[in-house]
C-alpha cells in the first residue's frame, strides 16, 4: 500500500530551513569572535550569553532528524511497491541505517539512491547521466560538515589558550557553513523525491516492471 509523503515533507523542508537559519546566526557569532578574538579571553569563551540558542538549535536539528526518518521511512516503504527487487537493503534500514556508528555514513546514501531509482519512471532503465548528482552532492556536505563539528569539539574540549580556541571557532564556522549548504540541498532534495513519487503514485507516469 502506498503512504502519502507530502504532509512529512512540508514538515521536513520547514524545519530545514530553521537549521538553516541556527546555522547561519551561529556562523555569524563565529565570525565576530574571529574578527574580534581580544574581546574574549581564554576563559570566557563557553559563556557568551548564547546558551539559550545553542539549546535552541539542538532541539531544531533533533526535531528535524526525527520528522526526517519517518519521512524517508515512507518513501521507501512506497519504494517497496514499485520496484521491491530493487532495493538493497530491507525497510527498516531506512531507520536502523541512521544509528549505526561509522555505517551511518554510507547506508542511507545506498538507501536514498534504491528509493530514487524506484521512484522514477522507469525503475530498471540505468541512472541517467548526472542523474544522482543532487543526491550526492547533498550527502557529501553532509558528510564533511559532520567532520568539521567534530573537529571544532574536540578542539575546543582540549583547547588551553586563546589561540587554540580561535582554531577550534575557525572549524565551527565552516562546519555551520557546510551545515548550511547541506540543509539547502536537502530541501531540494526532499522537495524533488517527493514530487517524484507524488506524480508516479497519482498516475501522472505510469509505473513499470
Not at 557568551?48 to 532541539?59: D, K, N, P, Q
Not at 526525527?66 to 519521512?71: H, K, L, T
Request: net charge negative; hydrophobic share 55%.
Amino acid at each position: 500500500m502506498l503512504r502519502n509523503p507530502n504532509g512529512l515533507a512540508y514538515a521536513v523542508m520547514a524545519l530545514l530551513g530553521v537549521d538553516i537559519a541556527f546555522d547561519l546566526f551561529l556562523g555569524v557569532v563565529d565570525l565576530d569572535t574571529l574578527s574580534d578574538p581580544d574581546a574574549y579571553g581564554a576563559a570566557d569563551f563557553a559563556g557568551v550569553g548564547l546558551a539559550a540558542v545553542y539549546t535552541a538549535a539542538f532541539f531544531a536539528y533533533a526535531a528535524t532528524a526525527v520528522v526526517f526518518v519517518i519521512w524517508f521511512h515512507r518513501l521507501r516503504l512506497n519504494a517497496e511497491v514499485w520496484a521491491g527487487d530493487l532495493q538493497g537493503r530491507r525497510p527498516g534500514w531506512a531507520v536502523g541505517g541512521w544509528f549505526i556508528p561509522f555505517a551511518f555514513y554510507w547506508i542511507p546514501r545506498q538507501v536514498a539512491a534504491d528509493i530514487w531509482r524506484a521512484s522514477r519512471p522507469d525503475p530498471y532503465g540505468p541512472d541517467g547521466r548526472g542523474e544522482l548528482t543532487l543526491l550526492n552532492a547533498w550527502w557529501t556536505f553532509w558528510v564533511v560538515s559532520n567532520f568539521a563539528n567534530l573537529v571544532s569539539v574536540r578542539l575546543d574540549s582540549d583547547a588551553e589558550t586563546t589561540g587554540e580556541l580561535l582554531t577550534a571557532v575557525r572549524w565551527s564556522l565552516s562546519g555551520y557553513l557546510l551545515e548550511a549548504v547541506a540543509g539547502v540541498l536537502a530541501v531540494l532534495f526532499v522537495r524533488r523525491l517527493t514530487s517524484m513519487q507524488h506524480a508516479k503514485a497519482t498516475g501522472m507516469i505510469p509505473a513499470t516492471g
